[in-house]
């Protein structure tokens, strides 16, 4: 019997390791979050739309031109909510790293949940092991429903699962249109209690496809007030000058 179990073990490892991952994907590096005070308006959204159980919209989009800290608020959401062991995946697209790519997205959460949750290993594992074709699948319609969907639907959840997408504007291919339009509107098959956030530049299509779904609650990220400008430049200063000596005018003008 122990025998058997090991063998059982070691095949389901290798149909996950068969299922391909971004690797550098995630946002849970220390470096990247808020620093203390600052963004704490819209974190306490965030934080409340996570939390709320009445909540339906499964999607927050937070968009902002670059430079106004959507990396950093995603970051930190991750980050607290790794911490509370609600998170069940991140995964930030760059551009410039062609694994981060649109069809490397559900595999890659797919894999982190089955490691995350028992519950969700099974159903996963019983969907694509013995399916070679299902398991290299590109299709992200179809990676939606079976290695996202359909292992989430007999799930029992107590407490909200979260995933944070951010830069989905930093998608490198021609699928990022359609990837889209899945998360605004396959994501409401999933259980109520899941959560997506996504963070974007304000691309044209990305904000029609998501401000037409009821599924998805909208927020443009504000520009930093100057407090949180001044605390960001006394963190920068840190290190190379002493930026208590500087008086807060001082700080101002920088």
């Given amino acids: 019997i122990v025998l058997t179990l090991a063998i059982s073990i070691l095949e389901n490892q290798a149909v996950l390791q068969s299922i391909p991952y971004a690797r550098g994907a995630s946002l849970l590096a220390d470096k990247g979050c808020c620093l203390p005070n600052t963004r704490t308006g819209i974190l306490s959204e965030i934080v409340n739309w996570i939390l709320d159980p009445d909540e339906s919209r499964r999607v927050f989009f937070l968009y902002g031109v670059a430079g106004e800290g959507k990396s950093a608020i995603a970051h930190s959401v991750a980050r607290q909510f790794k911490n509370l062991d609600i998170l069940g995946s991140s995964f930030r697209f760059d551009r410039s790293d062609r694994d981060r790519k649109a069809a490397l997205l559900f595999p890659t959460i797919a894999r982190d949940l089955a490691e995350f949750k028992h519950d969700f290993c099974a159903p996963f594992l019983q969907a694509v092991k013995g399916h070679t074709r299902l398991q290299m699948s590109t299709s992200l319609s179809e990676q939606f429903e079976q290695f996202i969907q359909k292992p989430l639907e007999d799930l029992p959840l107590d407490a909200p699962l979260v995933f944070v997408i951010d830069a989905l504007d930093e998608c490198p291919d021609e699928d990022a249109k359609e990837l889209a339009m899945l998360l605004a509107q396959a994501s409401e098959r999933l259980p109520g209690l899941c959560r997506i956030l996504i963070t974007s530049r304000p691309d044209a299509s990305f904000y029609q496809l998501f401000s037409d779904s009821k599924n ?39």
């Fill in 216 to 254: 998805v609650h909208m927020e443009a990220v504000k520009s930093p007030t100057n407090e949180e400008i001044e605390v960001y430049i006394h963190h920068q200063l840190m290190g190379h000058v002493d930026a208590g000596d500087l008086h807060p005018q001082e700080l101002a003008h920088l």
